[in-house]
């Protein structure tokens, strides 16, 4: 398996509480993606990054910001979760973007009541 | 707007059947098309994929096919096992600028029966 860990991997939180999940790579990869599984929508882009403090929005970035200081690290915040950000969330990163192989991390299950 | 529409949305198949999974897109620009498996209570694997300028790839038992003027591509999996009973998505990437990720279809719950 790729490098990849993410945290928490559980967590529940209440409405109107800020909220951020960490990803976490070992492989030296430039680029990394946050995405959201939903029943009914498969997995959607939030944002992604291409490298250190270059990041840009993708299909469901309403709510959402992201932070990436490092080649290593990736955050997404949820500044005041609400009820339809309940899902849950992977991580994954490329080399060389678009057409390069994606590797997923094992997701965070996020439940904001 | 759905870019990527993927069918069905679940599948069961006999042990030693052929499952079928079936993507259409219409963005034209997109030129790389991945398959993902996903196992429950795990992030999505890259399984095979295809471009364009083929009409089918094979690696052991999956196989795409691609038609490129239809803007279809399908997913065979033979000698299906229950080892496979996964949700499978397929995918789109686009060509042009810029790394943005994969535009995902809405994934099919496969189950094989033994």
């Known amino acids: 398996d790729a490098g990849i860990t993410q945290s928490p991997r559980h967590k529940v939180t209440e409405t109107g509480t800020p909220v951020t999940l960490r990803c976490h790579q070992t492989?030296?990869?430039?680029?990394m993606y946050w995405y959201r599984q939903d029943p009914g929508h498969g997995l959607r882009l939030i944002h992604y990054?291409?490298?250190?403090?270059?990041?840009d929005k993708g299909e469901v970035s309403d709510g959402y910001s992201v932070s990436r200081s490092k080649t290593e690290d990736f955050l997404l915040t949820l500044e005041s979760a609400t009820s339809s950000q309940t899902s849950v969330y992977f991580c994954?990163?490329?080399?060389?973007?678009?057409?390069?192989?994606?590797?997923f991390g094992p997701g965070t299950r996020l439940t904001v009541l | 707007q759905q870019q990527v529409k993927q069918s069905p949305q679940s599948l069961i198949v006999q042990k030693g059947g052929i499952s079928i999974i079936n993507c259409a897109y219409e963005?034209?620009?997109?030129?790389?098309f991945p398959w993902y498996q996903q196992f429950p209570g795990k992030g999505p694997a890259l399984l095979i994929a295809?471009?364009?300028?083929?009409s089918e790839k094979k690696e052991g038992r999956f196989t795409i096919s691609f038609n490129k003027s239809a803007k279809q591509f399908s997913l065979h999996i033979m000698d299906s096992q229950p080892g496979d009973s996964a949700t499978y998505f397929c995918?789109?990437?686009?060509?042009?600028?810029?790394?943005?990720?994969?535009?995902f279809g809405k994934g099919t719950h496969l189950i094989i029966q033994p």
């Open positions: 994954a990163i490329s080399g060389s973007g678009r057409t390069d192989t994606q590797y």
């Open positions: 492989e030296n990869h430039r680029y």
């Open positions: 990054s291409y490298g250190v403090k270059d990041t």
């Open positions: 963005n034209t620009a997109f030129d790389y």
């Open positions: 295809i471009r364009p300028d083929v």
């Open positions: 995918a789109c990437v686009k060509s042009g600028g810029g790394a943005d990720g994969l535009t």
